[in-house]
Each structure stands twice: as C-alpha cells, then as structure tokens.
C-alpha cells in the first residue's frame, strides 16, 4: 500500500534523481543515463504531482516541461539596475581604457582581468531565495524587466534549487542563448512544417524566452551561462570576479568553458585574438569579448558611469552590419542553369573587406525583402559566407527605385528560363547551348575535390572559353603549349605546368570521374556511393531510377538527376570522349566490398586524427553502413576518436561496442562481418 509518506519520499527521490542527471547532463555534459530511461523518471514524476497536488513545488524539475500559458508579462523593478559595457573595437581604445583605470585608480600597476566571450543572446536576472529559483526577468530597460520565471524553468541547464554553500538570497546575472546546432535544427523544423524560420540564432532565443506559452519554450535548445552576480545577502563571497564565478559553478551554474584569468591588459589582447581565431569553432554566436577587473575591491573603488561600470569594458569583432546602395540587379548563371539575382553594391567595407556583391538567392527572397534597385540596404558578412542583404531601409527611399525584373530568357544564351513548380530558383533551359552553364562546368570539372587541375584556376577557364579554346571539358586535353602560352597573362613555364598537370589528371579515381561531371545533387559522398556500389561506370550509366535508389542515402530525386543525365546523347558522347580519346582512367573499384557493411550502424564522435569525421562518415557509407548523430538502441558501435564527451558516455551506459580510430579504419579495409566483430570481441577485453 502506498502511504501519504511511501509517495512523499518517492516524490523527494525522483526530484533528487532527475536533478542530479539534469546536472550530469546539460551542466557537466556527461550523462550516465539513456534518454528513455530519465524520460519514464519525468513521467513518474508529473503523474504523481497531478495525483497528489499536495506534493507539487515551484521548484520541481516537472516544471522544465512549461506550464499554463499567460496572458501577458509582468513587469519588475530589478534590484540593482542591469547596466551595459562600453565597447572598444581596437587595441588602441583597450590600451586607453586601461590607462584611463590607471590614472583613476592613481598608480600604474599591471592589472589582472577575468577575460569572458561576450556571448550574443540576452541577459537575463534570476533570483534565489533559500536556494530555490523564485523570479527570472529579462533586462528590459535596466531597470524594469519582464518576469520570465516559467519560461526560464524550462532552460536545462539553469539550477531550480542551488547546491552548496549558496546565500540566502542571490541574484544571478548572466545570458541566454541558443547553440548554433539547436538553432539549425529549430529553422531545418520550421521550414519542414511551413512555418517561419529566425534570421539568427539571437533572435530564435529572444523568441523562444518571450513565448507567453512555456510549453514552447520548453521545446526549444536554450541554455544560459552565469557571467555574473547582482544583490546578494547573508554570505561571504570571494574578492575576486572569476573566483565568484567558480563559486556560481560550485552552486549548480553553467560557466562558460573560455573564461579565463589574465595578468595584464596585453594579455587580455592576446586572449581577444585567440578566441578570434577560435570564433568559428564555438558552439554558439558570440560578439566580442569582456574583460573585468578582476578585484571586487578595485571594482567598488572604480565604480560605474551613466549606465555602464568603469571597471569593464567590451572588446567587439569588427561591425559585420554595414548599410550600402543597391546599384544594380544583374542575374548569373550557375552549373546547373539555375539563375540568380547579384545585387551590385556601393563598395563599402565589412569587417575589414570591401564588399561590391550580395546574393539575393531568389525570387522569393526578392519578395521577402521588399527590394528594390536603387534601395540603401543593410548588408552582413558572416566569416567567409557571401554577403547577404538584411533589410532595406525604407526611410531612405526617395521614390525613384525601380522594380527589380527577372528574365524571361537566360541574359547569357537568351534560351527560355524555366521555374519548376516547388522551386524557388528559376532555371535557364539551354544546357550545354548556355556559354555561362559550360563555363561553370568546366570549372568544377577541373575543381580539387574533382580532377584537381592544377593551375586551372576560374579566371583562365573564362579566359580559354572566351578565346573559343575550349567549349567543353574533353578540349582540354587537346591543348597545345602553343594554344595556352599566347593568353594573356600566361608565360612558356605556366603554360608547361598546366599541360603536366592536365597530363597528371587523366589518372583519377572513378568517384572523382563522376563528381567531376557535376550531375544536378551528385556530390562528393553520393560519387562515392555510386562508384563503390556499382564498381564500374557502365552500369551507373544504364542503372535505372529504381536501381540508383537502392543505394543508401539516394533518394527519387537525386536518382532521376542521373538517370536524366545520361539519358542525354550529349552527356554520353562526352562520358565516352573523355574516356576513350582523352585517356582518362582510374583503378577498378572492387566491387565486392560494395555493400560489405550494409546492416550495421555506426556513431563517430570526438577527434579524429587520419581523417575527418565527415571522411569516415562517407568511407563507412560507401561499404553500405549507416552513421547516425546519435548513439542510440539501434547503434552498432561507436567510433571514438580523441576527446569523445557524451556520446561516448551514453554508449557505454548502453554497453555499446566503442571502436578507436584505428579499429574502424581497419574495419574499412577489411570490411567484413567477420572483422567487425574480431574487433569489437577485442575492444571489450580492452585489446
Ligand atoms: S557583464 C556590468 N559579461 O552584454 C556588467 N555581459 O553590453 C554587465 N553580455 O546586457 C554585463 N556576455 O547581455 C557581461 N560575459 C559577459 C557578457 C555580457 C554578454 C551582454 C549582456 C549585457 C551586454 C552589455
């Protein structure tokens, strides 16, 4: 029988439990239990506070699942206001903040600073009493913000309840945001179900935290890292800014992995260059960096101006936003026909590069942004990514924009252009008749993950076409020293180079053959799959839709791309020409180790140090194995490279086999069931 006690301490016990692997799995990234497992835990739990209404608490890890919706925010007066950083965007306005602390401070010490990524999310006050999370609110003005708190007890990896020696009241200070991977994930989402996509991954958390229904939110991957403290009672708290913060990580908080403690304001300068360097291999969006006196003493001593305090200063990336004038619309013709629209800006530097270009991807884009030639527009550049139009600055028309007017023929051939229905992008219809789609061909054709010409570098394809040299890529081998060396530009010694280098490529491989063909959706790893599983080209080129698709991760439409490419008299001429009068080649695939894996499902995580994960990935695919993201029941056997985290943690909580890097390569090599389970017989003896 279950007693008014028996079900409190169950209560009591499945909150402990939950709590811990909330702790294990989203603060300390080591989990110990699988999903399904911590799922029926969460179900017991919800099932008995609705029984027992007697048992419910604020604080229960049941309310990460969201509660009843509101109505609207409230709003509320923050303790201590949330003040903002002073930026800096040189090393010049870092030197002088710290002389300007120096000067107050009467003494020209080297100082030490906590240096942290400034993270790209919101800045969020959450408030514990006795431990317990009692108020979240966002920063609004500074000093009025909104309550949040339910939407903010579904963020894993904020604590409910504090652990430790914590004070009896504390306001914790830091920022929400979304990873990079859980913001794609939510936009791949969206755009399955129709609905709309977030520009980035700020704004996806800024709509997430300010849902008025908290069952929304909780379905969304928001995190938050602590960066600091605000009114606090009742404790002792260290001198030091970074101790505090080990101190918040001691009370349950999630601390940013990139905090770190600096001697001097120049190394705080190197640590801005090498979170720089390090910036595109963060999980989530940051835009600069923040450094802080690290003496709370020196703090009080320093203390604030306006709205800002004089002790901290942040470090920004350069500006990636600028706004510019659309000059023109003009259109390009790609590989594949597919025509799209260029605006032509006013050049203005981006981060540190003169921008002139901005895709406009298609129509519908066009659409989207209201766009207009003539129009000031505000243009990003993200790291190496083309530059995009963001919005147009509608104060700044001035009435005489003109509407932007797509082809109805190809502005290179003048063929028909041609939009499929479900297609955003439309399409020039002339194939190889289309100068601009030869070009684009030849160009991949001769491309390093294709024949890898060397030396034949795009500006000297346009250069061959436009001196009709060539018209396709079989041409290229009946070049003549002669023919190349009377370019512009092009002395004796590079001509002779590219004719050696032409010479060298003609031994290829046959995955490198048929990507170089540049079939519509044929990439690299689906070349591979095609080579390994048919062995040869002849039966990839008589292979039926239905044949291709029995190939793992070929799907309908990718199938009928290659069956209509051969189908083409003139694709097949050109397969046989380069084959039989240009004298390409590769080894026989053997094609008995095709499909030597089928059946078995692989995981690959950590570092790798041959390969890349994506490189195991597509030599697993093409033996016919599955790699999935995640270990799960249906997992062979995980691949752990060097560094492997939770992945590794949760296959072995299932007794998945883990191989090392060297186990799978040899698995790759001799791909047979045999040898599959030689090596995981010998990895569970530790061998
Ligand atoms: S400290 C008094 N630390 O930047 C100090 N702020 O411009 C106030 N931010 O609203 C903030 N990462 O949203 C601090 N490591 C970090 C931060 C950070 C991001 C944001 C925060 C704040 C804004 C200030």
New binding site residues.
């Given amino acids: 029988m279950d007693t008014p006690e028996t079900i409190k301490e169950r209560v009591a016990d499945l909150r402990k439990q939950i709590n811990r692997h909330n702790h294990l799995y989203y603060v300390l990234d080591s989990p110990i239990l699988p999903d399904a497992e911590y799922d029926r835990l969460m179900q017991e739990l919800v099932m008995l506070e609705s029984q027992y209404p007697e048992y419910r608490s604020a604080t229960s890890p049941s309310q990460r699942v969201g509660g009843e919706a509101l109505a609207g925010f409230e709003q509320v007066t923050h303790r201590l206001p ?4 002073d930026n800096a965007f040189s090393p010049e306005e870092v030197r002088r903040f710290s002389k300007r602390l120096n000067d107050r401070l009467n003494n020209q010490e080297e100082r030490v600073f906590c240096c ?4 790209d999310g ?2 969020v006050s959450l408030v514990y009493e006795g431990g317990k999370l009692v108020q979240a609110a966002t ?1 609004g003005d500074g000093e009025i913000g909104e309550l949040i708190t339910q939407n903010v007890k579904t963020i894993r990896n904020v604590p409910l309840e504090l652990v430790g020696d914590f004070p009896s009241l504390v306001e914790v200070r830091g ?1 929400v945001f979304m990873t990079l991977e859980g913001f794609k994930k939510l936009n791949e989402e969206a755009l399955r179900n129709n609905e709309k996509v977030f520009a980035n991954p700020r704004n996806a958390a800024a709509g997430s935290l300010r849902q008025l229904d908290s069952k929304i939110t909780a379905k969304r991957p928001l995190s938050m890292y602590a ?2 403290m605000g009114y606090v009672e009742n404790t002792t708290l260290a001198e030091s800014h970074f101790e505090r913060l080990m101190q918040l990580k001691e009370w349950g908080f999630a601390i940013c992995d990139e905090v770190e403690q600096k001697p001097n304001i120049e190394s705080c300068l190197a640590y801005f260059e090498s979170i720089s360097q390090k910036r595109s291999q963060l999980a989530y969006d940051i835009d600069g960096v ?1 450094y802080k006196i690290d003496s709370i003493a020196l703090q009080r001593t320093l203390g604030f101006v306006a709205k ?2 004089r002790w ?1 200063i ?1 470090h920004k990336f350069p500006a990636v936003e600028e706004m510019t004038k659309v000059l023109d619309v003009e259109f390009q013709v790609g590989r594949t026909g597919a025509i799209t629209p260029v605006a032509r800006l006013e050049p203005v530097p981006v981060a540190g590069v003169t921008v002139s270009n901005a895709t406009l991807h298609n129509q519908d884009e066009i659409a989207r942004l209201k766009l207009k030639i003539g129009d000031t527009v505000v243009i990003r550049r993200a790291g190496d990514v083309i530059p995009q139009v963001v919005r147009v600055i509608d104060d700044y028309r001035q009435g005489d924009e003109r509407p932007i007017l797509f082809p109805s023929e190809c502005p290179v051939c003048s063929s028909p252009v041609q939009r499929i229905e479900g297609e955003a992008v439309i399409r020039c219809t002339g194939n190889y008749f289309c100068r601009a789609q030869r070009v684009e061909g030849i160009k991949h054709f001769a491309s390093r993950k294709a024949l890898d010409i060397d030396g034949l570098g795009d500006k000297l394809v346009e250069q061959l076409v436009s001196e009709e040299l060539i018209e396709s890529p079989a041409d290229l081998y009946s070049l003549s020293l002669s023919d190349i060396s009377q370019l512009e530009r092009m002395g004796e010694k590079s001509a002779q180079n590219l004719l050696n280098a032409l010479e060298k490529s003609r031994k290829t491989s046959l995955a490198k053959f048929i990507y170089a063909l540049g079939i519509r959706e044929v990439g690299e790893a689906t070349a591979r799959s095609l080579a390994q599983y048919f062995g040869d080209l002849n039966p990839v080129m008589s292979a039926s839709s239905e044949d291709l698709q029995r190939i793992n991760d070929i799907g309908p439409i990718v199938a009928q791309h290659i069956e209509t490419y051969f189908a083409d008299c003139r694709n097949k001429a050109l397969v046989e020409r380069l084959i039989d009068q240009c004298g390409l080649t590769w080894e026989k695939v053997s094609i008995e180790n095709a499909q030597r894996l089928a059946g078995l499902t692989f995981v690959i995580t950590g570092t790798l140090e041959t390969l890349s994960r994506d490189e195991m990935k597509a030599q697993l695919m093409a033996l016919g194995a599955k790699v999935a993201g995640s270990v799960s029941k249906q997992t062979d056997a995980l691949i752990a490279g060097k560094k492997a985290g939770s992945k590794l943690t949760k296959a072995q909580s299932l007794a998945i086999p883990i191989l090392q890097e060297t186990d799978a390569r040899s698995l790759i090599s001799e791909p047979s069931e045999q040898n599959f389970k030689r090596l995981i017989e010998d990895s569970s003896k530790g061998i």
């Fill in positions: 949330m003040l903002s950083l942290e990524p400034k993270l919101l800045a920063r920022e960066y600091a923040v800002a305090p901290a942040a």
